[in-house]
């Protein structure tokens, strides 16, 4: 395996490596139907994901933070790069090999009531995937394990034949939570969970999804377009804008110590829980370019409060080491 970058890594036993990931969608159209666009939708996404802890990944919408999340599952073929999954060549595999792999890796959808199929009770919805994959030999143990599976969740056996429009939009997402849950994953893409719930369930569901990777020694992606809803939740932080990384760092440096001008700007937008403390809010003017004509040079110079230098807007600055515990970021001023 070609490895990634060393200074991607961190400490600790990889579970995944992701090398130059990369995802472009063909825009067609004309008189021919040819391809008349390409939308660079991941654009040389590189890290490790480390057994045990939660990457928080985050971004604006269409950044290319919930592409890249369906990507490493395979949900969405990439166009180019490298995944390894304990030491696997995920983008090397084929059918049945791959079926196997989805076992490991599951994934919670930010829309509860559209991800739960509407006709479905609720113990055949968690139920799915425990017959695909053959996990429980007898009818009682199929029940058993369901009426475990919403236990462990905080919903009852007596949710068991009800219907996804019957519960909430929190009881929905911890329904979404236990069918990722029943195939006894090691990794979950976390794709927004929580963005289409009320704050007060926010809390909830994150404080369940900690409970469980402790439970359990579960290893979370968890995507977010707003850094405070993963401040709390992530061992390290990777900020995305138009489809690369552009900041990453243990959630603490980041936090305290942000080094793009994106990150900073993202994170003065964040409230304080003290009211007398005062932070300045950095504007952030303009929309996110198009993805597909992206700007030249550093992609966020159109929009950067800081931005110094004739080479921001003619030369793509690097990802590159800036500090310590794996602080890397990609400016030209920064590092
Ligand atoms: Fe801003 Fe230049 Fe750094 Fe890009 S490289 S973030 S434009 S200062």
């Given at each position: 395996m070609?490895?990634?970058?060393?200074?991607?890594?961190?400490?600790?036993?990889?579970?995944?490596?992701?090398?130059?990931?990369?995802?472009?969608?063909?825009?067609?159209?004309?008189?021919?139907g040819?391809?008349?666009?390409?939308?660079?939708?991941?654009?040389?996404?590189?890290f490790?994901?480390?057994?045990g802890?939660?990457?928080?990944?985050?971004?604006?919408?269409?950044?290319?933070?919930?592409?890249?999340?369906?990507?490493?599952?395979?949900?969405?073929?990439?166009?180019?790069?490298?995944?390894?999954?304990?030491?696997r060549?995920?983008?090397?595999?084929?059918?049945?090999?791959?079926?196997?792999?989805?076992?490991?890796?599951?994934?919670?959808?930010?829309?509860?009531?559209?991800?739960?199929?509407?006709?479905?009770?609720?113990?055949?919805?968690?139920?799915?995937?425990?017959?695909?994959?053959?996990?429980?030999?007898?009818?009682?143990?199929?029940?058993?394990?369901?009426?475990?599976?919403?236990?462990?969740?905080?919903?009852?056996?007596?949710?068991?034949?009800?219907?996804?429009?019957?519960?909430?939009?929190?009881q929905?997402?911890?329904?979404?939570?236990?069918?990722?849950?029943?195939?006894?994953?090691?990794?979950?893409?976390?794709?927004?969970?929580?963005?289409?719930?009320?704050?007060?369930?926010?809390?909830?569901?994150?404080?369940?999804?900690?409970?469980?990777?402790?439970?359990?020694?579960l290893?979370?992606?968890?995507?977010?377009?707003?850094?405070s809803?993963?401040?709390?939740?992530?061992?390290?932080?990777?900020?995305?804008?138009?489809?690369r990384?552009?900041?990453?760092?243990?959630?603490?440096?980041?936090?305290?110590?942000?080094?793009?001008?994106?990150?900073?700007?993202?994170l003065?937008?964040?409230?304080?829980?003290?009211?007398?403390?005062?932070?300045?809010?950095i504007?952030?003017?303009?929309?996110?370019?198009?993805?597909?004509?992206?700007?030249?040079?550093?992609?966020f110079?159109?929009?950067?409060?800081?931005?110094?230098?004739?080479?921001?807007?003619?030369?793509?600055?690097?990802?590159?080491?800036?500090?310590?515990?794996?602080?890397?970021?990609?400016?030209?001023?920064?590092?």
């Amino acid at each position: 395996m070609s490895g990634v970058p060393d200074t991607a890594r961190t400490p600790g036993q990889p579970l995944m490596r992701i090398k130059d990931l990369a995802k472009t969608f063909s825009l067609k159209g004309g008189l021919f139907g040819g391809e008349t666009d390409r939308v660079h939708a991941v654009d040389g996404v590189s890290f490790d994901l480390i057994k045990g802890e939660t990457l928080g990944l985050v971004g604006e919408s269409g950044c290319g933070k919930s592409t890249t999340g369906r990507c490493l599952l395979r949900l969405i073929e990439p166009s180019a790069g490298e995944v390894w999954f304990e030491g696997r060549d995920v983008l090397r595999m084929g059918g049945r090999e791959l079926a196997a792999l989805r076992r490991d890796m599951q994934i919670i959808f930010q829309d509860p009531f559209a991800s739960l199929n509407p006709r479905m009770t609720v113990g055949a919805i968690i139920g799915e995937a425990l017959i695909i994959h053959g996990l429980t030999p007898t009818k009682r143990a199929f029940e058993d394990r369901i009426i475990e599976l919403l236990e462990t969740v905080g919903l009852g056996a007596d949710h068991v034949r009800r219907y996804p429009h019957e519960f909430s939009g929190g009881q929905r997402q911890r329904i979404g939570i236990a069918r990722a849950l029943a195939v006894s994953p090691k990794l979950i893409v976390c794709d927004e969970p929580v963005s289409a719930l009320d704050v007060s369930i926010q809390a909830q569901v994150i404080n369940l999804l900690e409970d469980l990777q402790t439970k359990f020694g579960l290893t979370y992606i968890f995507i977010a377009h707003d850094l405070s809803v993963v401040e709390h939740i992530s061992t390290r932080v990777a900020v995305m804008y138009l489809g690369r990384i552009v900041e990453i760092a243990t959630a603490r440096d980041l936090y305290t110590q942000p080094l793009h001008p994106y990150t900073e700007a993202l994170l003065s937008a964040v409230p304080i829980p003290d009211p007398t403390a005062k932070r300045q809010r950095i504007p952030l003017t303009g929309d996110v370019p198009s993805p597909i004509r992206r700007p030249t040079g550093c992609h966020f110079h159109t929009r950067c409060p800081i931005r110094k230098m004739p080479l921001c807007a003619s030369e793509d600055p690097k990802l590159k080491p800036a500090g310590p515990n794996g602080h890397m970021v990609a400016c030209h001023l920064r590092g």
